[in-house]
């Protein structure tokens, strides 16, 4: 079973920076892709960051210049890096990883999410 755990999240004035992280645990033979998704009340969920094995980035053009998605293979472990933050950014945070979970299974997991809210 494959667990992730999400922490950073919390109230932040406009401006201001966060730093979320997406820690991975359980039966994985190897971590894909790690991405971070966001879904504000009354709206579908988006796409955020991706960043692959191999260190290739996809950044949402909203947050481009930003934030900066990052990972630590050794610990199974994302981090997005959040500066300038806005109050349109407010929302959910959710963690996405794509594993491997045997030499031949791929599996999609969601983190439980985690509030950002930016507000004076």
């Known amino acids: 079973q494959v667990q992730l755990v999400e922490s950073g999240g919390g109230l932040v004035q406009p401006g201001g920076s966060l730093r979320l992280s997406c820690a991975a645990s359980?039966?994985?033979?190897?971590?894909?892709?790690m991405g971070w998704y966001r879904q504000a009340p009354g709206k579908q969920r988006e796409l955020v960051a991706t960043?692959?094995?191999?260190?290739?980035?996809n950044y949402a053009d909203f947050v481009k210049g930003r934030f900066t998605i990052s990972r630590d293979n050794a610990k199974n472990t994302a981090y997005l890096q959040m500066n300038s933050l806005k109050p349109e950014d407010t929302a959910v945070y959710y963690c996405?990883?794509?594993?491997?979970?045997?030499?031949?299974?791929?599996?999609?997991?969601w983190g439980q999410g985690t509030q950002v809210t930016v507000s004076s």
């Open positions: 359980g039966s994985i033979f190897n971590i894909n892709a």
């Open positions: 960043i692959t094995s191999g260190g290739r980035l």
């Open positions: 996405n990883i794509n594993a491997q979970i045997t030499t031949n299974i791929q599996r999609n997991y």
